[in-house]
């Protein structure tokens, strides 16, 4: 038995573009050791972009037939993925009540948080030989939380959405960590095949749905950017 098998619908997406992302991006390639990330994580605002991208959501959720529509909506706590549900709902005909859950915050990075993977190696090395041994599904960097410990926040987090929602059409605001493994508790994966997954980027404010066959949820689609485009 799956997850939850009781939803018709389970909708995900990922916040819009955010000033870390822009941040991340501008490290790549470089010898920065850490991101220009001056706020906390949870703190970090969207983008320009990312509240047009939010706003494109909203116009897909605004013309989804009834039958796909949305009965409930559930974001992380942090700032891009509050204002980036708040965004897209309100460009929605309809009524969608937000509700927000800490267990679908993003992974908890420990001492390596802000750090480029330059970074680790000058400054953890142990860690990141760590991580090579263990591989990066079982891999807990200290403080912080393995891809293993997304699984079992996530457990709890969708039976309690299964039980409390049945025959409901969830909306789902988060990161994209938290999709990837959305991935490998409903689609029932490996850590080979989920790690295979991670290898390709969640795209902000990318759609990945399941519908339920009468059975189980099953896939619609991953990681869908076609409602951004002109």
Known sequence: MGVVDALEWLNL??????TGNV???????????????????ADVPL??????????LGRWLAELPPEERPTLAVASPYQRTL???RIALAEAPYEV?????????????????????????????EEAARMRHLGKFYYRPPGGESWADLALRLRSFYRD??????????????????IVMTRYLVERLSEKEIMAIEKEPVANASLTRWSNDGSRLRPVTYNDRAHLLD
Not at 47 to 56: H, I, L, N, S, Y
């Open 47 to 56: 983008t320009p972009t990312g509240r047009e991208q939010a706003k494109r």
């Open 13 to 18: 997406t990922r916040h819009g573009e955010s």
């Open 161 to 178: 959405l299964d039980m409390n929602a049945p025959g409901g059409r969830a909306l789902v605001v988060t990161h994209d960590a938290i």
């Open 97 to 125: 009540e937000l509700e927000v859950d800490e267990r679908l915050r993003d992974r908890e990075q420990g001492i390596l948080q802000g750090l480029t993977w330059r970074g680790v190696l000058r400054r953890h090395p």
């Open 23 to 41: 941040a991340y991006g501008a490290a790549v390639g470089t010898e920065a050791e850490e991101y220009d990330i001056p706020e906390r994580d």
């Open 83 to 85: 204002d980036t549900a």
